[in-house]
């Protein structure tokens, strides 16, 4: 386990519709991140897991959002009725406890038409 | 709140050439973490450098250095003989806390530079 991926790469999604992104971290970093990142725009930080645990949120992330890590493995990221604000970059990053390195993953980039 | 500035929105260099770019910061904390990241046009986001608020040496990795300078808030990274391969977007960024001791310590991002190297 070399390290972060995320599924899908692309999805391209009709406003209103619901989708799911997932993410598998690196097997023993505990801390697992959710941000998202818009065109012309450094990523903005969502969600953030200890284990399963989710301990922060940030008011970015609306109620149509909702995001869970099972077990304290793999996280997905559920968006529902999607709008066309939604269209970015969701970047999912993990850090195991004591280390100051996020790895990150190659995101799923999100297109609402 | 943390606050991350860059201010050079595009930067072109010659091949070779040594590159500064630039990152103000803005906390109220005592204890922080500064970072690099590399964004290619691929997408993922590649961990650069890092420098810890009580770090007194700046921090350096291969052909990376962070200039660190705590009183102006500033945390430039400098690229030594730059390559082709280095034209990507340039992310700074800080952690609330130097280590996860407990509570949440997402990073917060700047806008990025656009670097892009000419040969």
């Known amino acids: 386990d070399t390290g972060v991926s995320q599924d899908p790469r692309h999805k391209i999604t009709k406003r209103g519709q619901n989708v799911t992104f997932r993410c598998d971290p690196i097997?023993?970093?505990?801390?697992l991140y959710w941000y998202r990142q818009t065109l012309g725009q450094g990523p903005e930080f969502l969600t953030y897991?200890?284990?399963?645990?989710?301990?922060?949120k940030s008011r970015l992330l609306s109620d149509r959002f909702s995001a869970e890590r099972p077990k304290g493995s793999f996280s997905t990221l559920e968006i529902q009725r999607t709008e066309q604000g939604d269209s970015a970059m969701y970047l999912c990053?993990?850090?195991?406890?004591?280390?100051?390195?996020?790895?990150f993953g190659s995101g799923t980039r999100l297109t609402v038409v | 709140a943390q606050k991350i500035t860059q201010t050079q929105p595009g930067m072109f260099v010659q091949e070779k050439e040594a590159v500064t770019l630039d990152c103000t910061y803005d906390t109220s904390d005592q204890s922080y973490g500064l970072f690099w990241y590399k964004q290619p046009s691929s997408g993922e986001m590649i961990f650069l450098i890092y420098?810890?608020?009580?770090?007194?040496q700046n921090a350096t990795e291969g052909r990376y250095s962070l200039n660190f300078q705590k009183a102006r808030k500033s945390a430039n990274l400098v690229i030594s003989a730059s390559q082709l391969g280095d034209s990507a977007m340039y992310f700074c960024?800080?952690?609330?806390?130097?280590?996860?001791?407990?509570?949440?310590?997402?990073?917060?991002f700047g806008k990025g530079t656009h670097l892009i190297i000419q040969p």
């Open positions: 897991f200890q284990n399963e645990a989710q301990l922060e």
């Open positions: 990053a993990t850090k195991g406890t004591g280390l100051y390195g996020y790895t």
């Open positions: 097997s023993e970093h505990n801390r």
């Open positions: 960024a800080m952690s609330p806390r130097l280590y996860s001791g407990g509570g949440a310590d997402g990073l917060t």
């Open positions: 420098q810890g608020s009580y770090d007194e």
